[in-house]
């Protein structure tokens, strides 16, 4: 299985903020990472697949980057509702696996 | 509208079985991969298990040999049939759709509580 180390755990930030959150693969994945985001209490909702493609709907202040081993989501513009937990997903291998989650709140 | 709802979580004793179902609405799920994803309280997200378009199926380690997926086309519903249940599977269990059977999950329901105690 591929590990993933997902930082930070914690993250205090203010809106209008930008922000980053990290995801660090074992191994190469080459571009197949999903970024998810989930209020408590809710389902998580699919941000970005392939890395950095944004799914639709969601607006353009979210954005993935990277490849290989190290990925990257950025929120350029904090709003209140962007305070919430972000899952970064392995889908290279067999099984997907989801990163360990970081907490986003308001500082 | 696309919508995925579960239902069939509740309290079960160690040991006991539940059978957790899924209804999909605006999409059909024999034409898609989907999935099983849980989370246990205060926890991360695990994946369970998936079943492909053509039938095939896979388990997390962690539940192979005692969870089981299977669906209902004619009720274009997903199942997980869950037995000897363990105080770990206490969790809230959401179906997913894999978009494009790619590997990622693009919608999901609002899941449904699983309590494994005595």
């Known amino acids: 299985a591929i590990w993933m180390t997902q930082s930070p755990s914690l993250l205090s930030a203010s809106t209008g903020d930008r922000v980053t959150i990290s995801c660090r693969m074992s191994?190469?994945?080459?571009?197949?990472l999903a970024w998810y985001q989930q209020k408590p209490g809710k389902a998580p909702e699919l941000l970005i697949y392939?890395?950095?493609t944004l799914q639709s709907g969601v607006p353009s202040r979210f954005s993935g980057s990277g490849s290989g081993t190290d990925f990257t989501l950025t929120i350029s513009c904090l709003q209140s509702e962007d305070f919430a937990t972000y899952y970064c997903?392995?889908?290279?291998?067999?099984?997907?696996?989801f990163g360990q989650g970081t907490k986003l709140e308001i500082k | 509208e696309v919508q995925l709802v579960e239902s069939g979580g509740g309290l079960v004793q160690p040991g006991g079985s539940l059978r957790l179902s899924c209804a999909a609405s605006?999409?059909?799920?024999?034409?898609?991969?989907m999935s099983w994803v849980r989370q246990a309280p205060g926890k991360g997200l695990e994946w369970v298990s998936v079943?492909?378009?053509?039938?095939?199926?896979y388990y997390a380690d962690s539940v192979k040999g005692r969870f089981t997926i299977s669906r209902d086309n004619s009720k274009n519903t997903l199942y997980l049939q869950m037995n000897s249940l363990r105080a770990e599977d206490t969790a809230v269990y959401y179906c997913?759709?894999?978009?494009?059977?790619?590997?990622?999950?693009?919608?999901w329901g609002k899941g449904t509580t699983v309590t494994v105690s005595s």
């Open positions: 079943i492909y378009s053509g039938g095939s199926t």
């Open positions: 997903q392995q889908y290279y291998s067999f099984p997907p696996t």
């Open positions: 605006g999409f059909t799920v024999s034409s898609n991969y």
């Open positions: 392939a890395a950095s």
């Open positions: 997913a759709r894999d978009s494009y059977s790619s590997g990622y999950m693009d919608v």
């Open positions: 191994q190469g994945i080459s571009s197949y």
